[in-house]
Every structure is written in structure tokens, then in C-alpha cells.
């Protein structure tokens, strides 16, 4: 860290590349928030010597709140321009604006003030009447299948090509990536501008497919391109990658906002579940930017309505205390579809990975499409857009819904107000028959969603999961919902049932707010998500009464789902690709010594194990510019211990390969007297040595504040170290002199066999 | 850490007490979460051992769950009662309910069901009516005031008499203190149960005294003492310091969850402003314990209202771009106020501190309530709780309310409602001459409670500010938004006002949503809190939509706030007194490394500086018992490394003072041949000499993997390790040998000096 201070200090003489890192390496948090605070002393120092370095002292002090503001106006845009495209695509499936093929149904209705009977409106023409099959209806009916399996193939192939061409690192959901780079790996271009595009175009060609997937997952994702875009801007954050990832943090908090229009969740989610490293400071940087990109996409406004939330709730009724048994069993059952949906889903993209099916993505894409295409149109749930679906399926029945779900029997009540009679339409708790058709109908989707999710997760496109997990809980809650209604109609004179029956016609049972806890409990199964999904369904519904409702289902769910497996889909994702990922969360629970896993092995007892290879060490002053090159060709470490000498292994500091590798090359090639026979010196005093090549001192770029641990230091401790410190390695002595090395590798492969992984399939640097 | 290891396994031959710690003293974080997890690793062990042992496997994974259950309700009981009790002696100094003295007012109105015309009900009697004073206007007016005021000081006096003799440690509203006890320090009794008995009865006393206190503050004091008592019920977290500040920081949550009913608001403010180490595992207990203690709270139903909330306000109207100009303007004040505050309130705390009336806390409580008692009667608005006016002022008013502030012009409108016409009385914005009234009357409570607030915080009773800082902002936004409103209808038809005024006679602007962001905007000027304060905000108003307001104004006071100073109230205590507190927020700028800290200094260029005693070592195997005995004597350290030898000073470990001196006079009571002369052995293999006294091992009390840094590290970073880690010390080492030590103390007071603090007002160890 010292050497790193130096660096920017005086590096006149030093490749500018120099404290960079390469593609798929770990970052040092330690390090890189080192050399910021080095970049702040430096301004700060300087603010008084003029009025343009005030200016760009003050430009310091704002980048971050500028930084981030603009990051969630970008986020709203983009989210704002990716609903209107996904709805104008969608709707393109059954029908276009005759005189404006450019509008989607409701503006196309709405634009021409035709709106007229019910939602019928002239300029709007289905694919039927277009082509005048309209006549029949079993030739309109075909008609529009048709055209809904052919638009939903061309959108599914389009983004599948989209994706293969341009930026692969654009498919999927980019949580569990996210969570990786956050964690402080370098994967180059998972944020860059190409895949920004792919995957909102992407996006917008998936959703309007009709796939069982969500854009909300993958807002995310670019938010956080928009993030590293953004910081790019900002030399603060654009060259140092610690720095870079609060920024990042604030983006994935701004993608949740505007995937849910829940700024406080975004928040929560991205600290319970997205963000490593956290520091509280950035919190409120963080809840600034979900609040401008909420505040952005609300003036698009494309949820329809004054809220910014998505599945706006109106209803306020109380909930009662025996309800809370079925909460408790839709928790059960969130959490056991949680669970299954996870093994299985891991199952198939294990089996994608090692069959000769992972290299026919578009093959995969296309039979998946298909297959969903034909099975969605039949039923009217599946057919409709998913979130439109939970929308309907979160409502409450009022007496003037005519949709199969609200059929219930029905009748007028007179009410006299100042002598004249009202008669009121009131809406009953007994069944009529539309609901049965329905429920049959919540059945096949809750079934046919369940099992094509599991599939469609996975494969080469954009793809979320928080939406059809949602749907899949809405319908099971809502179906249970409906039952515990009917049960308290037929035991309405029950005390058990006391106050929640007004008479036998009227009890007040909400299936809206079932199906809104059967979503909680679905994606709490899914993502292992406590509060912040409590945060956000709350935010949701908008009032504290459900609050408990929703905190029971959320916790049987993760606690039945905990017993099946503990990771989460996005952790066990993680795994399933071997990103080095040290989880924050988990405690591990071990029993062995730094000297246990440090390399070499047992080098304390004096005899190296075979396999190893010694420890690779660099002396402070008796090697040769070609010793120390061979030492670079001959092993493939990221960094070498400096010590004292061969005999004595007293520790001086650390040296980064891509360090010392440039700065030999760079002295090689520049520095007059520098040869392959030139002695390397990392000590502060060079011997006079006259006649001998000019020595290379090399003091500058080492590191002379390595983090050690003794070799009987608890691993359990050093899992802490490298958590919280944010280490990339740690040397391992014994009583002052170096035994060992310990890299994060060597840690995540050391916790890794507790939790049933292959170690060797962790593969980064 | 080793050695704490090696502690819970086989010390039978040591004593129990090894492992604790002195009171004042600072926990070593990583030590106790070690200590935990080797508890835990038992337990797991023996699990299959039978029945019995299954059980406690049980009960050990639940234990938490449990516990912050039963501190959850617990802590809403106590809300609760404290509560009542309030409400009862505050009605008290008005009157008394004449059939049953024991109900409150409103409990006396309504239990007798004689409420009749208006709020006026036959079973209250004012004290003018009791002592049938109520004849003439003035006597009347007389006796009611001088009941209000004997009343006051005698609850003044009594609380003040109950901190002395039972708690001393009951004053205040506690947060910084519990601040650096999550810290990891140290303070017994802090919270015990006389602590919590005295708080929670002195609260009500003090509240109902009148003084401008609040009791949100001290309800997280009350909460966190309930959560020390569950803690010793359960060994995981009882005899654990770290882990039982796991539960501490959940009951603080429970402790603003109860204060505000707002359990998100709750985690967040437990988060952000009180906790220092919160793992997030522990974030969704303390979700749950929020929850609890707010629902257990509700079933009480201390705010009247179906909602959980202390100010619930109704009102849903939109707000417009162009007020985001005064509730910035409302913002700049808030933070002027707050600064104001802090500075004016810390100088008066420092005079009380330095000068003779520290020595008179009870003589300084009966000037205080006596000034507060006399200045407030006269005014309605500071008569009646702090919270009532609070609650008057957020409300928008409508046409029937008949108050002074809603003395609006008013004006019969007539509808035609099926061939029937209704007058609907309907508001204006109009002044009438009762709203100038209560402008004056807010003007002057204003400046009262300013004033006085400064001199109540910090006397030897339980005090909150949230109340009063956020009464102070409520009212200087009442009377910024009669202002706007005021302004907006002179220039109704400036189309700057556009969409605000529907006629000149009725504008769209509500002066109870400017007191709502004027409150948050001076409770953040005074704390600093940033998100917590708006999530608090957002679930009293229990709407999104006002959360752009809130947001601004909180920013804006938050940064005119920091201009003036970057502490807010509560560190600024935590530094007055001295509290060991190393900010966990703070970034730092520190250009000195691990050597210029270190002690003894200057050590590593062989001359140690005169002043600084050479450092105390302790060697692996070249002491007698009375060597080290000498040594505990001539030094006052907490612990003392131990090396290979005096000459070659490589480290073999560390011990602390407290088990060193405990082993010791263990072993020379209990051992036989261990006397003044033995050797004192902390190697693995103890030479064998038959003829000298029996040496001492004392291998397992040393901590084998002490935190080491080299003498080049960058103090930040050290800093930064001291924070994450939670150290108590960390060795510096040079070359592998030992050079100096830094404790915790050395750390704060190398930071202190950059934020113009007394270095020797650390008073700790």
C-alpha cells in the first residue's frame, strides 16, 4: 500500500498501466482505497494554488452526487424507453395501429379519442382483421394464433442474434455476474456500452416474445452498465475499481427502483443481496439515485397511473389474525417451489453446460419460443403479459368486474338517501361460474409457467426471473385465496370465523392480497430475499397493514426453502459458472490453520510436500534482472514475496507480477546501463558498484505494507480478513519469517468442499 | 485467537473468568466471534449425542429468533406502558377524573360515555373546577395555571430524584452512549434493569414535567436494556460481548420502530446511525424484532388510531415543482437550525461540565421546569404535549375544523344531488383573523422551544430530541407554508402558480405537508440521519408520493448542516465525553504510518525517544514467575507480546494482563511446585530440569495469530483494519521482529487531534 502511494507520487519513470488490473483478476479493496485517499491528500493539497484547481477540488467533492444523478436519469430513460418498446412489441403480436403502426394499443386508442364501447376501439386492427379473417370465428381465431406464434418466433430469433452477435455477456439475468464483479473480480466488458444496447434491445425482443421471463432482473444490469459508463466520466471512480463499485452499488440500487418503482427496496436489495462492500456513506448516495430514477420514469409514466409503483393495490381492508394459517401454508409452499424451481433449473443448465445442447443456443431459443408460443395462446393468463397477469390476479374483486375471476353472483341493493332510492350494485362472496372456469384456467397456467420457467432461465437471451416467479405465486395465492373465502362462506356461523362475515352473502376475504403474499413467497423461495422484498412488496401495496402478512409468508418461504438447500438461485448460479465469489453472508464453519491451506504446504515442519512447488520468493538485492525473468516465465503467480535472503526468509514487502514484469521491460528498454545482468534492488540504498551494469532499483513498486497472518491464525479468521478487508492475498509467517501464501483461490477452494462444490471450477486469478 | 481457541477446550485447570472483560474496557471483536463459532462447532459436534443434546442444538439455532422475539415484545410492553402513563400524569396537571383517577382524560370521557357536547364530558374536572375556582374567569385561569406549574416541578423534581438515587446512567437519551457500546466498549449497568426501571419511570415523569424533551430517544436506551436482560437468558449471546451486540442492534431497531411506529425506518435508523458491526444476516432479525415490538405496541393502540403511526396524516393532495423552492428554503433553515443547536448546546454542556453547576443537577432540573412550566401555559400551542402540537400541525385543515390555525374564510356551497339540494361547507384560503392569531402564538412557541430545548438536553434526566427538533421544524414549516399558501393566492393567476389554484378562493397548497418536510428537515440538521429520517418520514405519512419533499429538504439541511460542522448532535456528545468511539462513517486523511503511532516511537532507528519507556515484552522462555509478576506491576498495558527472546525480538504471540495475571495466581494457589522461581514456558515443549521448581506452561492462554502490520503501513489503512476488524490492539513489526504496538487508544487519539479535539479526554483503556 505504501508502494502503491508511492506510485502515484512519483511514477515519472513507470508505465502508466501500473496499478491496473488484467481481465478476470480479484481486485485489492485495501490497495485501490489506498491510492483514492492518495488522489483526495493530492487535491486538497492543491486547492489553494488557484482558481482552477478549486475548481476541480469542488468537481472532486461533487462527482460522486453528479455521478450518481446522472446514472439514475440514465436508468429511468432507459427503463422508460424499454417498457414503451416491450409493450408497443407486445401488443404487435395480436395487432397494429392501422394509422400509426408506431403506437401501441392503448396510446393508438387513446390518441384518436376512439376509445368508444368497453376497449374496443376502430383504429386498433388485430391481425384478423387485417387480413379479414375476422369473418369466422374459428378463421379469426386461427388467424390470430398464428400471427401470435410467428411474431413471438421472429422477436425470440431476433433476440437470440442480437445477443450472439453483438455482446454475449448480455443473456441472462446479470444478478449473479453482478454480484460477482461487485465482489471485486474484473470481468472487462460485462458493463460495457454494447452490452448496454444488447441487452435493452434484447430485452424488449424477449418480453414481446411472450417468454416466462422479466425485464426486471436484468434492469439491473444496466443500470449498472449505465453506472460504469457513467463513472468513466469521473477519473474518481473511472480508474480505480474499489471506487468504482460504490457507483455501482447506487446503479443496482436505481435498477430495482425502476423495475418496481420501489426506491427504498432498490436500496435494500442492493445491500442485502447485490452489494459487497458497502460503506454507509454511499447509502444515501445510493437511495439519491433510486429516487431520481424512480422520479425519471414516473414522467414517463408507463405503469398508467399517478403511482410510481408497479402493481398499484387499492384496497385497504384489515386483515385477520386466522388468516395467518394460510399465509403460513403459502409461505410453505413458496418456499418448496423456491426450492424445486432451483434444483431443477440447476440441473438443466448443468446439463446444458456438459451436453452437446449448450452449442445450439438459438436451436434452444427457438424450440423454447415455440413451445411457450403455443402453449400461451390458448389460455388467456398465460397469454396476456405476465406482470398484467399478477396485476389482475392482485386486485380485489369490485361489482363491476365482468372478468371470469370477479364472476361472482351478484345483486342490487336500495339504499334511500333524502327520499330518493339508490339502488347499489353489490357483489357477493358466492362463486358463479366464470370463477370456476378461471380457477381451471390459473390451474394450466400455474403449471405450464412453473415447468417453462425452469427452462427458459438459462437460456442465451435477457432474461429476469423475478416476474415469473411472482406469477406463479400470484396464481397459486389467489387459487388458495379463493378456497379460504369459500371455506369461511360455508362456515360463516364458525366463532373460529368471527368478524370476518358480515352475513353469509358478504365476508371479508381478500384473494387479491393472497395473491399478493403468494408472489412474496415465491420470490422469497426463489432468491432467498428477506427484507428487502418485504420492502418492496410493502412499497407495492403501499400500506403498513400487510406488512405482517407479507413478513410471515417471506419467512416460512426462506426458512422451508433453507432447509432444501441454502443458496438462493443467483448464488447457486454463482457456483453452477465457479465465479470467485466469497460469500459475505455465510458463516463458515471450520476447524483448520492458515498453515493448512497456505502454498506450499507444511513447509513449517521443514519438508515441502512433493506436489508443491517451493514457495517463489524475490531476495531484496542478490538477483539478476534474468533471474528475476526466468522467476516470471517459470510460474505463473500474480505476485512474489520479497524477502531478506534465500536463508533467511524475513519479509520486506510484495511485488505484483504485472508490476514488475512492466517495470523491467519498461527499464530495458529505456534506462541507459540496464541490462539482463543488472542486479534488481529493492532496498532504499544501492551499493556503489562501479563496474558491474547500472543496478535496477525497483523500491517504488513494491508493496511494503503486505497483510500477514501468523500460520496458526484459525482459517475462520481469514475468511474474515479477506472478507472485510477485501484482500486479494495474505502472507503466512511464523515467528517473522515467511512460510506461505494464502490467495483468495486458495480460500474459495478451501470453503468450497463444505458446501458440495467442485473446487476445480473455480477458475479466475 | 488460537489461544482463545485452546481456552474453551481444555481449561479446566484455569480460571472461569479468562476471556471477559473489565468494565470500560474495549472488546477485540474477532477474538469473541472466534470464541462463538468454536462454541457453536461443539454444539454441532455432540449434536447426535442423544436426545438432550439435540435439544440444545435446537435451541441454539432458534436462541436468536427467541430472543429478539422476546426483546421485540418486550420492548413494544414497555412503549406501551410508558405510553399510558405519560398520557395519564400529562392530564394530570389539568385535571382529574373525578370517579376514577386512574384514567386519562380521554379514558375518563369515554368510559363513561358522557362525552356529550364536543370534548367536554362531566367525569373530568379541571383543577379550577375541583377547587370550584371555576367561578370567575380569572380565578380560574389562575388556579389552572398554578396547578399546571406545581404539578410540573413536582414530576420535574421526582424524576430527577429518581435518576440520582437509583441510575445515574437513566439521563439523557442514550444514543451515544449505546453508540460506543456497539462499538465494542464496554460500560456495565449501562443497561440493566435499574437502568431500565428508572428510564422508563422517569421518562413519564419527564415528559408529563412538560419539559421540551421527547421520549423517542430514550425509548431505543429502554429497548436496548431490554435487550441485555433476553440476552443473559441465552449463553450464545449472554457470555459474548460481540455476538450480544448482535442483539442490541436489533433492539434498537425495536426501540425507533416503537418511537415512530415505523419498523423500516426503525432498521434503517439502527443501521445507518447506531450500529457499528451489522452483519446482514442479523438484518432480518432485527426486521422482525422492529415488527414485533411495533405490533405488540399496536395492540396498546397509544395513537388512537387504527394506524400503526404516531402522525398519521390523510391528506393525498399532489405537491408541485415550483414548492420544491421553499422546501429547499425550509431545508437551508432546518440545517441553520441544526447547527445553531448543536454548537449553542454543546458550549452550554461543556459550561455545565467545567463549572460549579454540574455539582446542583437537582437545583438546575427545578429552574429548568419551573422557567419551562411558567413560559408554556400561557401559550396553547407549548401547553399541550410536544406531539399534539406536532400532530395539529401536520394536519391539513378542513372546513369543519374550528381551530385558530384553520380559521380560514369560509363559505357554503350548494349541490343539486337527485333533485335535493345539499350545502357542503367548503374552505377557502382566505385568512381569517384566528390564523394571525395562531401565527403569533407559533412565532413565539417557536422561539421558546429553540431556546429552551438547548438548556433541557443534556440535564440529568431522560431526554429525547427528536421531538422537540422536530416540533421546532414543524412549526417554522407551518408558518413558511401559510406564507406560500398566502402568496400563491395574491398570485393566483401568475402562471408560474398554474394547476395550483383552481379560483383565487381555494389553492391547492397544504401548510401541514411544509411542517411534515420542515420537521424532517430540522430532526436532520440536528442528527444528520439521512435515509433512516426520510423511511421514518415516509411511513408517518405512509405515502410515496411526499417523498421527493422529504428527500430534498432532509439533503439540503444535511449539507448546510455539514457546512457548519460535520458532527451531528450525537457524535458531538460521544466527543464531549470523551466516549472511545472510532467513527465507522468518517473517511480519514492521514499521512502518517503504522511507525510515527506506534509505541514506543522511533524504534526502529534504535534509539527509542526518551519520553517513551522502551516496549514491555514478555519471552517465549527466558522468565521467572516473579520477572513477569514485576512486570504486570511496573506496567499498566492490557496485554504484552511475547517473543523468541530479548535479543532477537520475533514474535511468537500475545497475551492479555488480565489472563496473564489470572493464570499466575491460579497456578501458585492450586499447583503444586510452581513458586516465585519456576520459568514461565510459552513454547509447546517445556525442558525437562528435575532439580529447579516445577515450570509454568502457559501455552493455552496465548493468542498464537495476533493482527500484525508492518512500520510502513499508511495509517489510514490501519484505521481502516482497526474499524472492520474490530482490533483491540495490532502489532507493528519490521523485517519480521517486533517493533511497537498500537492500541485502540493510540489509534483515536492520532485521529482526534484532525477533528479539534482534546486528545486527553479519551479516557478509557
Not at 465465479?579 to 504446504?601: C, G, H, I, N, W
Not at 558498484?689 to 491464525?713: E, M, S
Request: glycine content about 8%; hydrophobic content about 40%; charged content about 20%.
Amino acid at each position: 500500500m505504501q508502494g502503491s502511494s508511492n506510485l502515484t507520487d512519483s511514477l515519472d519513470d513507470l508505465p502508466q498501466e501500473i496499478g491496473e488490473y488484467d481481465d478476470f483478476h480479484t481486485i485489492d479493496w485495501l490497495r485501490d482505497i489506498a491510492r483514492d485517499r492518495m488522489r483526495h491528500r493530492n487535491i486538497i493539497k492543491k486547492k489553494n494554488d488557484g482558481v482552477w484547481e478549486k475548481i476541480k477540488s469542488v468537481h472532486d467533492a461533487w462527482s460522486g452526487w453528479v455521478c450518481v444523478l446522472l446514472v439514475g436519469v440514465t436508468t429511468g430513460l432507459c427503463a422508460g424507453i424499454i417498457d414503451i418498446g416491450a409493450t408497443w412489441m407486445s401488443d404487435l403480436k395480436e395487432g397494429i395501429c392501422v394509422e400509426a403502426f408506431w403506437l401501441d394499443r392503448e396510446q393508438c386508442c387513446w390518441s384518436t379519442d376512439q376509445r368508444g364501447a368497453g376497449d374496443y376501439c376502430h383504429q386498433w386492427k388485430t391481425w384478423s382483421d387485417v387480413f379479414g379473417a375476422s369473418g369466422s370465428e374459428a378463421g379469426s381465431y386461427v388467424t390470430s394464433y398464428v400471427f401470435y406464434v410467428i411474431w413471438a418466433i421472429i422477436f425470440g430469433i431476433l433476440a437470440a442474434m442480437f445477443v450472439k452477435v453483438f455482446a454475449p455477456y448480455a443473456c441472462g439475468s446479470g444478478i449473479p455476474e453482478i454480484k460477482t464483479i461487485l465482489s471485486g473480480f474484473i470481468i472487462r466488458n460485462y458493463l460495457g456500452i454494447w452490452t448496454l444496447l444488447t441487452k435493452s434491445v434484447g430485452m424488449m425482443l424477449a418480453v414481446s416474445a411472450g417468454l416466462s421471463l422479466g425485464k426486471e432482473g436484468p434492469y439491473v444490469h444496466v443500470a449498472c452498465c449505465c453506472g460504469k459508463f457513467f463513472s468513466y466520466l469521473f477519473p474518481k471512480y473511472g480508474s480505480n475499481e474499489a471506487k468504482k463499485r460504490e457507483i455501482l452499488s447506487a446503479a443496482s440500487a436505481a435498477g430495482v427502483s425502476v423495475a418496481f418503482g420501489a426506491p427504498i427496496g432498490g436500496i435494500l436489495f442492493s445491500l442485502e443481496e447485490v452489494s459487497y462492500y458497502f460503506p454507509l456513506k454511499t447509502l444515501w448516495r445510493s437511495f439519491f439515485c433510486a429516487m431520481a430514477a424512480a422520479f425519471v420514469l414516473r414522467t414517463f409514466n408507463p405503469f398508467g397511473s399517478d403511482s410510481l409503483v408497479m402493481f398499484y393495490v387499492e384496497y385497504n381492508n384489515p386483515w385477520y389474525m386466522p388468516e395467518l394459517i394460510p399465509f403460513i401454508l403459502i409461505g410453505v409452499l413458496g418456499g418448496l417451489y423456491g426450492s424445486f424451481f432451483i434444483k431443477a433449473n440447476i440441473a438443466w443448465c448443468r446439463y446444458r453446460k456438459t451436453s452437446k445442447l449448450g452449442n445450439y443456443p438459438i436451436i434452444e431459443i427457438l424450440v423454447v419460443t415455440l413451445i411457450t408460443a403455443l402453449l400461451s395462446y390458448p389460455n388467456q393468463y398465460t397469454r396476456m403479459n405476465t406482470s398484467e397477469m399478477i396485476k389482475i390476479l392482485v386486485q380485489q374483486c369490485g361489482p363491476e368486474d365482468d372478468t371470469d375471476l370477479c364472476d361472482y353472483k351478484r345483486n342490487y341493493s336500495s339504499y334511500l338517501l333524502n327520499t330518493t332510492s339508490i339502488k347499489i350494485l353489490t357483489s357477493s362472496t358466492e362463486l358463479g361460474d366464470g370463477v370456476y372456469k378461471a380457477l381451471w384456467m390459473l390451474a394450466l397456467a400455474l403449471i405450464f409457467k412453473g415447468i417453462i420457467t425452469i427452462f427458459t432461465f438459462g437460456i442465451k437471451i435477457p432474461a429476469g426471473l423475478f416476474i415469473p416467479s411472482m406469477a406463479v405465486g400470484a396464481i397459486m395465492g389467489r387459487m388458495i385465496g379463493i378456497g379460504v373465502e369459500q371455506i369461511v362462506v360455508a362456515n360463516h356461523d364458525n366463532p373460529f370465523f368471527e368478524n370476518m362475515c358480515q352475513s353469509k352473502r358478504f365476508c371479508r376475504i381478500n384473494p387479491g392480497l393472497y395473491a399478493m403474499v403468494g408472489a412474496a413467497a415465491a420470490l422469497g423461495g426463489v432468491t432467498r430475499m428477506t427484507v428487502s422484498l418485504v420492502v418492496i412488496m410493502f412499497e407495492l401495496t403501499g400500506g403498513l397493514q400487510y406488512i405482517v402478512p407479507l413478513m410471515v409468508a417471506t419467512m416460512t418461504s426462506k426458512w422451508v426453502g433453507d432447509a432444501f438447500g441454502k443458496e438462493g438461485i443467483y448464488d447457486a448460479h454463482i457456483q453452477l459458472n465457479g465465479y470467485p465469489f466469497l460469500d459475505s453472508k455465510e458463516e463458515f464453519t471450520l476447524t483448520t490453520q492458515a498453515s493448512d491451506v497456505m502454498r506450499p504446504r507444511c513447509a513449517r515442519y521443514g519438508s515441502v510436500v512433493e506436489n508443491d512447488a517451493p514457495l517463489s520468493v524475490i531476495t531484496q538485492d542478490s538477483m539478476t534482472v534474468t533471474e528475476v525473468e526466468h522467476l516470471l516465465k517459470s510460474t505463473s503467480h500474480n505476485g512474489f514475496p520479497v524477502v531478506i535472503s534465500q536463508e533467511s526468509q524475513y519479509l520486506l514487502g510484495f511485488v505484483l507480477r504485472r508490476d514488475l514484469s512492466l517495470a523491467i521491460s519498461n527499464a530495458l528498454k529505456k534506462k541507459d546501463g540496464v541490462m539482463n545482468e543488472s542486479s534488481v534492488y529493492f532496498t532504499t540504498r544501492v551499493p556503489d558498484n562501479p563496474t558491474g551494469p547500472t543496478p535496477l532499483k525497483l523500491r517504488k513498486i513494491i508493496d511494503l505494507a503486505p497483510v500477514t497472518i501468523t500460520d496458526q491464525t484459525p482459517m475462520e479468521i481469514v475468511v474474515e480478513m479477506f472478507r472485510k478487508l477485501g484482500l486479494r492475498q495474505t502472507l503466512v509467517t511464523h515467528k517473522g519469517s515467511l512460510l506461505g501464501i494464502i490467495t483468495k483461490k486458495d480460500v474459495l477452494r478451501h470453503v468450497a468442499p463444505s458446501e458440495n462444490e467442485n473446487p476445480d471450477s473455480i477458475h479466475f486469478n
